[in-house]
């Protein structure tokens, strides 16, 4: 298969990026996309060039590593997927491609696609976690948890951190990971004694980074590549609610 | 005491092995708190290993700094276990034990394991199980509310905890949130994107580890009063596997060539069930968790006609009768069946494909047929249990496995071999101590599925909290500064060597050395080893060097984000790494588990170890790029277990 590239080129964060184009000849259809670019760099590099620079690591769909916006879309259109795990069987041959960068204030770029999302690391150190002092733990069997309790919890632990719903959202919100990571602890037994400190410090953080307010677009959900319900930024404002009434009132 | 003498003391604890942790734990020498406050560890690797290991030091008090290459501590690649980890709970009432756990680790071993590392790491076991419910790691649960098991290749019980097929992602984000924690507090500076090119040593001590940040490309200095490695596995020397695309053995080879020993390079495991190779512009090979074998049933064509038939789309799967299938592995071990270990099940199929009878298209796949077990439970069943692999496999093969077979075929996976450690996880090197995958300790030459997990976590949750002490009480804190000479001249190295690269400028991409590099020891030191063929390697694999040195061209400059520089300097250490690697696999004239000797194999071709002469650990000493390195032998003494064929019949 043959593709026109269109690709977002910035050499470092304070140059001045811009659209370059590529052609992406005798891509064998079983390629992933990252493949696809494997082998229109290794042209780039044999041409004496830099080659375009994209984050990756596990090309399973499971580190959040890769990014990409893909035809406006990130991860590409395709549900469910991340950019590693898009083929390009999914593509008609002599397509225009275009690759860009996740887009966001709180996200800087480093270089060409590559981007900064150390905000979100941010974001968990706040107050994302269950303080458990190692060795400290009952056993594991002393706390039932409902299989649907669990199971709930377990929906919004699937996410990978990526940040394609930042990248989706106009406002750059980060409302459905944080969603995400609140419904993963508030509604554990285990998460209850640090429920409120956990959801203020976290929307805080989260304000702090610069990341914008959500407007229920829901744009954050339709790009998940792990189907994360948008229910959980329901749930993030009703955990806020009560915390901020709950530190008003003490 | 389990050492030969000369240089490898393995310092396990007297006593019998069921008592020895006890033992260590009641005598080990402790630091007051006081005083924790003022040693430094370095951690470099946020895996299960290191970012239990930086989290928890950090909560006892020690300062911590810790590394990653990628963007995040939460991407590293234990992420990407799928399957499970293994606690000897007995929550299942099946019989399960400590003991039970630790025989069945040893037995997988194939009998190259150090005794009193298994049963500790079986006693470890359940206390990992606590701490991650506790952290909120969502393990399946049943409808009373308590937690599922199930069990995994080569065990006869259910000791298996797991979260759909993301156990590794959740137990890695359980372990990540703990560090994140500890970031927050101030007791662990964490440095992403920031890899560590070389190991300092101060006066024979490991005290300090040099890198670079991959963003900036600036060189910096680190010291600490220890240094832990917990970078991971070295199965990317066969360029393609299941691994992560970064991962790498730099930063053990760096310490290997400060005079760290590595030990049973030679054991990698070669996984039964991955998705089939399809072409060469591929990057990695996909893992489909073996927990499909519980349901799954492999099978290729009884007659090589058949075989052909279906490779070359004349026929498919529903046309061979059952009478003209082929279940190998139930036909060779009835008890186990498909759930026979690893090496075993990986090494029948290349069997069956070698005779002509694989079923994809390269002729380089077997089937895992689901059709039964769809019958027997119905599709739903079948879809709430592996739901989500079927749906990866679709959509990489484009085929839908409720309909055909999967094709699977084995690839490279884990890495059994790794640094030398003794009992207390030290390298031969003072100050050095190694956990997870980068050491060697546990495994022996086979693993068992999912002990991998159990592994990292029990070294850096349990077992370096409790040993580490025992170097560090020696220690004057605070008495390394980066301004040391040993700084100055480790850091002139790295930059030479950095310099070198880039000036090179050559006319061959990194990528196609690392790929000419993998297929050579895929070929000769893969699945099936013999003394031709690693001779042979090891005379190409000095060409492979003197190429790669004169004719790799990296673009761009060292000072920013350059990817092809970084693949630079992890491929040349492969090349290096592979020669040690081939030496192992030479000199171990046996086989046993993920080392196959084909020259040492029994009538029915089962692996056939020599217990006389090789039970024993292989610790090489790297002596110059291209020389031979000099062994040092751990003599393996088993107390509690007695040595047996293993037999999966
Ligand atoms: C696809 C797959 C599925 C698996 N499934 C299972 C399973 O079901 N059960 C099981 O028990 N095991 C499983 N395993 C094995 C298991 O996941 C790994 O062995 C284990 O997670 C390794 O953990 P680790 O902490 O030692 O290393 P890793 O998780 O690999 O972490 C290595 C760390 O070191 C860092 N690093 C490496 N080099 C450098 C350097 N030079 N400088 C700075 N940082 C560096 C990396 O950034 C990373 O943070 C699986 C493995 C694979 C590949
Ligand atoms: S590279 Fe890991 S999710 Fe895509």
Known sequence: MNFTLKVWRQPNPSAEGKIEVYEAKDIPSEASFLEMLDIVNTDIIDSGSDPIHFDHDCREGICGMCSLTINGVPHGKENAVTTCQLHMRKFRDGDTIFIEPFRAMAFPIVKDLVVDRSSFDRIIASGGYISVRTGSAVDANAIPIAKPDADDAFDAAACIGCGACVAACKNASAMLFVGAKAAHLNHLPQGQPEKDSRTLAMVRTMDAEGFGNCTNQYECEAVCPKTISADVIAKLNRDYAVAAVKEAVS | ?649
Request: with cysteine.
């Open chain 2, 1 to 649: 005491m389990s050492s030969n003498g000369d240089t490898l003391d393995s310092k396990i604890p007297a006593g019998p092995v069921a008592d020895k942790w006890t033992n260590f734990k009641d005598k080990a020498k402790l630091i007051n708190p006081a005083n924790k406050r003022k040693f430094s560890v370095i951690v470099v690797g946020s895996g299960l290993a290191g970012g239990s290991a930086a989290a928890t030091l950090s909560e006892l008090g020690y300062q911590v700094k810790c590394f990653c290459y990628q963007d995040s501590p939460r991407r590293a690649h234990s992420i990407a276990a799928q399957g499970g980890i293994n606690g000897a709970k007995n929550y299942q009432n099946d019989g399960d034990s400590v003991h039970r756990l630790f025989y069945d680790t040893i037995k997988g071993g194939d009998f190259r394991s150090r005794e009193a590392n298994v049963h500790r790491l079986a006693e470890c076991s359940v206390n990992i199980i606590d701490q991650c419910v506790a952290q909120g790691v969502p393990f399946a649960r049943e409808y009373g509310g308590l937690l599922a098991n199930r069990s995994f290749g080569g065990a006869q019980v259910s000791r298996t905890f797991y979260a759909r097929g993301q156990t590794g992602q959740q137990l890695l984000i359980g372990c990540y949130q703990a560090l994140e924690k500890e970031i927050d507090s101030g007791g662990v500076e964490m440095f992403t994107r920031t890899e560590m090119l070389d190991l300092v040593l101060v006066n024979d001590h490991a005290k300090g580890i040099i890198v670079r940040d991959l963003k900036t490309g600036e060189i910096s200095r680190h010291a600490a009063d220890a240094v832990i490695l917990a970078t991971g596995g070295y199965g990317n020397v066969f360029y393609l596997s299941t691994n992560a695309m970064g991962c790498n053995v730099m930063a053990s080879f760096r310490a290997c060539k400060r005079g760290a020993y590595m030990a049973n390079p030679c054991y990698t495991q070669i996984h039964p069930t991955c998705i089939p190779v399809s072409g060469d512009y591929q990057s990695k090979l996909t893992l489909m968790s073996e927990s499909l074998r519980n349901d799954g049933r492999i099978w290729v064509p009884k007659t090589k006609e058949d075989a052909a038939a279906i490779r070359e789309g004349k026929k498919t799967a529903v046309d061979i009768a059952e009478d003209d299938r082929d279940y190998y592995l139930e036909r060779k071990y009835p008890s186990f069946g498909n759930l026979a270990p690893r090496d075993i099940s990986s090494r029948s199929a290349k069997e069956a494909c070698d005779e002509g009878r694989g079923v994809s298209t390269t002729g380089l796949g077997v089937f895992l047929d689901f059709s039964d077990a769809i019958e027997r439970l119905g599709e739903d069943t079948i879809r709430a249990r592996y739901g989500n692999l079927f749906q990866m496999y679709e959509k990489i093969s484009g085929e839908n496995p409720y309909q055909v077979p999967m094709k699977i075929y084995p690839a490279v996976h884990y890495t059994m071999g790794g640094l030398w450690v003794d009992y207390n996880l030290m390298s031969n090197l003072k100050g050095l101590h190694v956990l997870g995958e980068a050491n060697f300790s546990d495994h022996g030459a086979n693993r068992l599925g999912a002990s991998a997990l159990m592994q990292g976590l029990a070294d850096g949750y349990f077992v370096i909290p409790a040993t580490l002490p025992v170097y560090l009480a020696e220690e004057t804190p605070g008495t390394i500064t980066t301004d040391m000479p040993e700084f100055d001249a480790a850091e002139k190295d790295v930059t030479d060597r950095i310099e070198k690269l880039m000036n090179i400028k050559g006319s061959r991409s990194v990528d196609s050395f690392h790929r000419e590099l993998g297929l050579l020891v895929w070929d000769k030191c893969g699945m099936e080893r013999t003394e031709e063929g690693l001779k042979e390697a090891l005379e190409k694999i000095p060409a492979i060097r003197k190429a790669f040195w004169e004719d790799v061209r990296i673009p761009g400059t060292a000072d920013g984000l350059n990817m092809e520089l970084e693949k630079a300097g992890r491929v040349a250490d492969f090349i290096d790494f592979a020669e040690v690697m081939c030496h192992d696999a030479l000199d171990r004239e046996e086989s046993c588990g993920g080392h196959f000797r084909a020259e040492h194999q029994f009538d029915d071709g089962e692996a056939k170890r020599h217990d006389d002469e090789f039970t024993y650990v292989s610790a090489w000493e790297h002596a110059g790029a291209g020389e031979k390195p000099i062994l040092h032998k751990e003599m393996l003494e088993f107390e509690s277990v007695e040595l047996s064929v293993r037999s999966y019949k």
